[in-house]
């Protein structure tokens, strides 16, 4: 008898990776901003030295190719969980050869976490925050064992403002770097009104965060 399907809504599907290859670069507000800050907090003694990356989620590969080309000693290796990410992530950074390799994954799933090389970067953008409060916990108690001695960890990602009022200006914000126009005040009333009580309206907070190892 077949077993029911433990997750037949997995929160992101592969008709949301062709979206987000399609559009990303519109609805995220400065792509290029975020990609660059997260490569540029590797230390820059990598410049000459070789050294391993693990780039979470990598989708399309933006970020494996930002830190292939700033620190040329590097490999890196881009895990998703979608087969359109990876099959695009792989043919764009053919030319990199055996520094880049994908690896089908899955964020929540534990094996991943005790097979890879110990890695002196590991990266993330916009998707840890698939995750709920616990598996984010755990998934961060695993990544720090999974570091290098010096190795470092840095994410950006949205995250939810603390606050109703927090939430309107983020999403002011975010109404205003997608289309260059500042919010009016009539639709900062209107977010502030969406967002009382449900507190649901999706932001885009980047969220930066390094911790060496030592
Ligand atoms: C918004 S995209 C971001 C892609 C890339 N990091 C970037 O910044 O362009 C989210 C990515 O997370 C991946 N993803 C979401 N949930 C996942 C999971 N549970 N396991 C593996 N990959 C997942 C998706 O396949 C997708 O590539």
Known sequence: MQQPDPNPHPAWQEADSQIFLDYGSYFVPDREQQIETLSMLIPPHFDTQPFTALDLCCGAGLLSKAI??????????????????????????????????TVHFDLTAQEWRHTLPPAQAIVSSLAIHHLDDEQKQHLFRDLFAMLAPGGMLAIADVIAPASAQGTVVAAAAWV???????????????????????????????????????
């Open 68 to 101: 292939l080309d700033r620190f040329t000693h590097s490999h890196v290796y881009g895990l998703d969980g979608s087969q359109t990410m990876l099959d695009q992530a792989r043919s764009a950074l053919a030319a990199y050869g055996d520094r880049f390799r």
């Open 176 to 214: 205003g770097q997608c289309s260059g126009v500042r919010a009016t005040s009539m639709e900062r009333q209107m977010l502030l009104r969406l967002s009382n009580g449900s507190g649901g309206i999706c932001t885009a907070t980047p969220m930066m965060a390094t911790s060496p190892r030592a």
